[in-house]
């Protein structure tokens, strides 16, 4: 029998393979909001306040995107696993036409009442205009970008992480070239401003969608797309999507508020919040999302083989894996916050801000690298309820509430907000190990099985 540390050293070799394509997607995702960011800052710091409040609402079709996706890769993991590929393609075709559907309320709210869902949270008058315009264009893309998160999931449960990374790489690069042009009037291009960014943001994500599709159903990858004959399929990915489709509404519902609160102390202080949420997750997102879904895929394959031992040895390495790289992510951005800080903006004011916000989020990185894999293995066995109750949780009791009892309430100012963010995510850390260790996500994954099980061809 293999030594643990023959174990371990095995799970990290395909941890890492598995989540250098994640990596590379995620930092490419998060470099190409982090150009958006760039670009606003040197239009005016009401665009990176417009951009950043705007982003709030983008979240809902993102949320709906991850959502179905990980019911997909929920799914397609463990059908994989299982070796049954006609479930499996079903399980995808559905997921993608429930996400396209599902994207076309938000054109019609972008073209009603954008600039009013701005001017709502409290914006100066000349953000609320920014920020509308922006909005209306990423809402008008919300269909292609829900088809094109749903589709990358979908093909990442089959162990195919390559594919997603070439397409989201591809369209990634075509949106922060578009940002950079369009937004800055450069190489012939028009003098957009804020308009661009979001243009930008429009035509690459159509771009991913349509390329996501078009893999699926050639040659290139082993899924492909089947007629759904089974309402057990639209049962569980629904049971597996909502509550992390709630899971992710709470966070950006919580940020309404918590945007409101950091807004009280000024635009500068809410335009830093936004510069050090985007350097963590420009530099620990890729890591801490790669492992998320890497546990998400490796997890969802064992139970799908009936190795529920298995499954739970590869959360335990892969956390073990998280704790040491992103605790060397976190060593890099404390000693260089300042420097950090100055890529985003001049302002002094809003780098004084800035570089606080960057530690404090270089803190709770650490954190991620024990949240991401453990709720990573809860969603590949189809419990997402145990990750939503983390989340919602922290962000009632600490995010919200107790930033607002320190902050304004004794006083503490922006200190108060540093405390309540730190004790959020630690809060998430304790649920889900709570959740991982009491072990029912064992049982609930048995339960999915055995139900898609008895559709077999």
Known sequence: ????????????????????????????????????IVVAGMISPFAVAAVGLADLYAQFPLRIGLSLGTGAIALSSQETGRGVTTIRDRAITQALVMGFLLGLPFTLIGLGVSGFLIEILGAEADVVELGGAYLLIVFAAAPMRITGLVG??????????????????????????LTITLGLGLLGMPDLGIIGIGVATAISRTFEAVFMVLAIVSRWTEPGLARPRSLIITK?????????FAEGLSSSLASFPFNAIILLFGTEANAAYHIGR???????????????????????????????????????AI??????????????????????????TDDLETLEIAIDFVA????????????????????GAGDTRTPFYARLSGAIVFQL???????????????????????????????????????TWQVKASEMIAERAAMDD
């Open 360 to 379: 404090v989020f270089a803190l709770a990185i650490v954190l991620f690298g024990i949240f991401s894999p453990v709720a990573g293995c809860l969603r």
């Open 152 to 177: 990358a999931r979908s093909l990442q449960g089959t162990g195919d992480t390559i594919t997603p990374m070439l397409v989201n790489g591809g369209a990634n690069m075509l949106n922060i070239y």
């Open 1 to 36: 029998m293999a030594s643990t540390r023959d174990r371990t050293v095995a799970v990290w070799k395909r941890t890492i393979w598995l989540s250098w394509p994640i990596a590379i997607q995620q930092t490419l995702n998060t470099l190409m909001r982090t150009v958006d």
């Open 319 to 344: 956390t073990a894996f998280g704790v040491l790289t992103l605790g060397v992510t976190s060593g890099i951005l404390l000693i260089w916050t300042e420097s950090i800080a100055w890529l985003f």
């Open 278 to 316: 985007r350097v963590y997750q420009q530099l620990g997102g890729p890591l801490y999302r790669s492992y998320s879904v890497a546990t998400s895929i490796l997890v969802g394959q064992s139970l799908g083989e009936g190795d529920t031992d298995e499954a739970r040895f590869i959360t335990l």
């Open 401 to 439: 509430g107790l930033s607002y009892l320190l902050a304004v309430v004794f006083g503490l100012g922006l200190l108060g907000i540093y405390l309540g963010l730190i004790l959020n995510y630690a809060w998430w850390v304790l649920v889900v190990s709570f959740g991982f260790f009491r072990g």
């Open 236 to 244: 569980q990915l629904i049971d597996i999507s909502l509550p992390n």
